[in-house]
């Protein structure tokens, strides 16, 4: 997948999901909707999100799994038996 700076993916994610929904609401409210119309503009909404969910699942990086410890923790120490 594409990787370039953080903002002009987030850029792109807006104006995806601001067009869609314009474009679902003008759809909406003209006095006949077009439904093949209406369904493009649902997948401009959804799209950029559906693949991104694709791709964080593919690479792994999306799961909520803990990262492995590094180091292994120190075992305690036997303590002595004397109760003096």
């Known amino acids: 997948m ?4 953080a903002w002009v993916t987030i850029l ?3 104006v995806c999901l601001g067009l869609g929904g314009w474009g679902v609401i003008h759809e909406e409210l003209s006095g006949k909707p077009n439904l ?3 369904a493009l503009y649902g997948v401009l909404m959804v799209a ?3 693949l991104a969910t694709l791709w964080l ?6 799961s909520a799994s803990p990262p492995s410890p590094s180091e292994p ?5 036997p303590s002595s ?3 003096g």
């Not at 594409?2 to 700076?5: D, E, I, S, V």
């Not at 923790?73 to 120490?77: L, T």
Request: proline letters at 15%; hydrophobic letters at 20%.
């Open 73 to 77: 923790s120190p075992s305690p120490q």
């Open 12 to 14: 792109r994610d807006l």
């Open 36 to 38: 093949g119309v209406l």
């Open 81 to 83: 038996g004397g109760s």
């Open 48 to 50: 950029p999100g559906a």
């Open 57 to 62: 699942a593919q690479s792994g990086t999306g």
């Open 2 to 5: 594409w990787r370039g700076p």
